[in-house]
């Protein structure tokens, strides 16, 4: 048991160290102390990267009667993690300013959040699996609804319902597969599915754990909530929700997608299908918006369904390419929220609102218009280099995936005319009458928003790097 | 009599349950209707890992400690959900589920 | 001698000024930021006419680069390489003389944000020399979509004061019209690249995409005409072929002068191009089986939109029609698949770039004075502006086909590559039927001139053509007589 932790739960513990320290930190430390909430709970994130060095990787570990484990699959994916708590963590200074009394209490429901997360990942046991994922679930709730104001509780009512509707058809997709295996563990499942002829309750059970998992990434059926959510949310709890469990999700489905849930061949058409038609309905709903932020939610749908797409057609290449493109959406993701945290979410969310903004502040409107172009896969961004690696992969799948290919590559044409609504009014001149905002970021803010953005702009320079480490990560799953 | 109680019986509680609770969760117009609702499928889905539990795992008992943990997270989502119910309820005065829609 | 002449300088180098000239540190103001853009784009222009010069078509420019050690991008086998060959090299010429003469006319149309317009000009002309000398699929992809960001700004944006606010409106709906269809041609382009690359390695090639490892012949032919029906569909919207071209006169027409030069002289030769080097070059075997749709497509592009030109009003349109109208002229040279069509085609580009830009010119000059574009309401130019009126009508004859002129040249070539085109019947006759053109085009452009320049009674105020008016219409000039007198200078280089 002891080995067990000193080989891959060091982090984790390190987090739920820290966890502890804030909420007692959140009872003893006088009120007007609570800008340190931020320092201590970057401290525990940046202590659970260091100790990251510690967990085994090499061969694969299994610990805790084989329901955790950890490779280098596991690492990176609680690396990204782990850097994009980071990131979110930094950003949370607007929400805590507002919140005074809770702030410990937010950084700890912030630090569980990513606890949750980094557990979905390096679970091999659909017990684990579900436990962690209400963890995160439970914090996302609880960071929504932090924001002053009755939208952020209606955004974290509709997801608290929707999430637990779909975690109860997913665990009842799991309780069949229970009954036809004997087990909850992805090791045992997967040897018993090599080993024997799948039946029909095999497929309906993974399609309905698919089903269960893909609502948390904003994919049909399970994916009105994405827009109400994403318009109640506060910017920085957004940069935290359109990263974190969806880095955590992919995670896992990708996983499970090879090992326990991979003998299903109607599993495949059935996702594949559902994320062109996400991808439909997406970017088609997204064209009559006009708040900022209901785009960015159905562009993140959108993207999650293309991922979803070139995931679900299971090979080692595929899932480098998923890989690449995650990290780079995330921090494209992050950037993007982190500019409008720094325009503050007390002003409205208009795409006309933004009017003229750029000719105020050059650089950080010309660092949120580098990610929005990433987004619409403009070159030089990273985003248009994870694209282009994206559709190779679907390309190799086969030529019935072609018209699949065809329907994306269209769709991306609404795509850009959505980002280009939210692009053009702020380079557009207006009257010297209409008074422009000129934006006050503090240092954190800004170290976010220009570092994300050179880093979107070295992958899309010099990307090879990076690919090469998601062939590696890929290939030794 | 006794001995023609099968496991598909138990089974087929089971998912009447969950589909009960599933249609209801999605058509109820009543927020309570629908967090009971989401409590059916609960139960529904720990009646199948405890069948499952009996008559297909000799060894580790998992459905059991699953339905545990299950009820357990339940019992907790149901109470965070009210909790947030009861803070939207301050502003509306309603449970109808058409009256939440201001996003 | 390849250390000094190389293609990266030749691309990068506008990108660099660009960069430049946006950047806080370079002053704002606007006679020295246009003084520095002329001097960099003539310049630029003769750093060309050498590298032409030391052209050698058996050892083509190749330049490579790498970051750090490696590919751009290794693992698909993605270069960031760069070819010139002699088809390009002429094209690369043709695109600097052409922004050469787009910034010197820049200075009577352009009157606000000169830091930005300047910038966004050299970003879309290092865009348009990547995609000219591009050695890689993907890179010529990545030119082609990095091209959409300068043009949205310089079609969208009002660089004059604007006569009313109408206009803006039409500039920044057309615009957006524009990066529309070229971005769903781009993107049913990037299928067709993608298409390409992986069966090119899964028939027995390497894992590459640079134009030079691609043998597109062990595919098999059903994926070869959907591959390349897919890069024609891409091609098509620039060129544009018929039914992808109602952004054309959109954008044209509301643009400012020297943008419309540039979008005119060049942005569409972008297309021609890129069938060139995709279709014709890389699968010929597909291209065979689709060049009868596609000569027929060409031959409703060259007639039908001269009967549209013909009933324009607005000069802009006629013109912006009559380059369409030309561009089918250039496609019908390729599908002739010969080396006649094929060096008439690359010959009508360059020629067709030097014309319409000259017409863009005028119609320019004609705004400035008037402030109107309507040829029935125009009048009396010839009166009040008699060294334009010479000039307009040398350059509309030479636009019409007039010998002495080459476009007179390219025309009649195109249309002999096309009938000694050897395999379709098909090809024979449409090179038959798109002879009426030489008239049609006459019909339009002498309408123009007609109404326009005739007539009307002399105005004081109006001024004739000022120097700067002068060079360009008279270097866009030289070079039609240049080249109508000695074709061969470009005949020869494309060495066909």
Redesign the interface.
Known sequence: MLNDIFNILLPHIAIGEFIILLMILGIFMPLRQFKYSRLVSILGIVTAIVLLSTVQTEPQYFGFRNSVMSDSYTLLFDFIILSCGFLCAILSRNIIYSIKRHAYTYQAILLAGILGAMNIVSANDFLTLFVSMELMGFSIYFLIAAAKGYYSKEAAFKYLITSAVSSGVFLFGVSYLYGITGSLNFSVIYEYVTENETSLLYSVSSILIALGLISKLAILPFANWVVDVYKGCESSTLAYLSTIPKLAVFGIVCRLLVFPLGSSFELTFVIAILSLITAFWANTYAIRENNVKAILACSSAANSSYIMLAASLVSVYNLSTVIFYLICYVIINIAAFAYLNIYNDKNPMDVNSFAGIFYKNHGLTGAYAIAILGLAGIPITSGFIAKIYLFTAIVKSGLIFVPFLLTLLMLMVFALFYYLKILLPMFEKCDKNTDVPTLKAVFSQKFVLVSCAIIIILIGICPEKLIELCRFIAYNI | MMNNITMYHYLFIGLFMFLTGFFGSVFAKNIIKVLISIEFMLLGININFVTFGTYCDGLDFEGYIMSLFYIGIGAVEFAVALYLFYLMFQKKDSDNIQKYTDL | MSIILSIPFLVFLPLIISALIISPIFTSNEIVVRRFAKGVCAFHFLYTILMLGFFNAQNPYISEIH??G???????GIKFIFKADSVSMILCALTSFVFFVAIIASKFNIRTNHKFYYSMQFLLMSAILGIFTAGDM?LF???W??E??PAY?LIAEKWSEPANIEFYNDN?KSA?KF??FT??GS??M??GI??L??YNMSSGGTLSASFSDIFANGIPLK?QI?ISTCLLIGFGVKLPIIPLHSWLPDAHTNAATPVSMVLAGILLKTGGYGIFRFNYQLMPDAFKVIVPVLAILALINIIYTAFVAYAQIDIKRIIAYSSISNMGLVLLGLCAINKIGLSASIFHMVSHGLVTCGLFMIAGIIYLRYKDRNINTLSGIAANMPRLYGFAVLIILASIGVPLFAPFVSEILTIIGAMNSDFSFVIKCTALLSLPLLILSSCYMLKFLHNGFFGGEINEKINDISVHEFIVLASILGGLVLFGLFPNVILEMIGI
């Open positions: 970051f750090m490696m590919d751009w991008i290794q693992s698909l993907f992809f990545l030119f979509e990095l959409m960001i700004f920044k957006i990066i529309l971005f769903f993107m049913v990037l299928l993608l298409l690359h992986y994926i959907l």
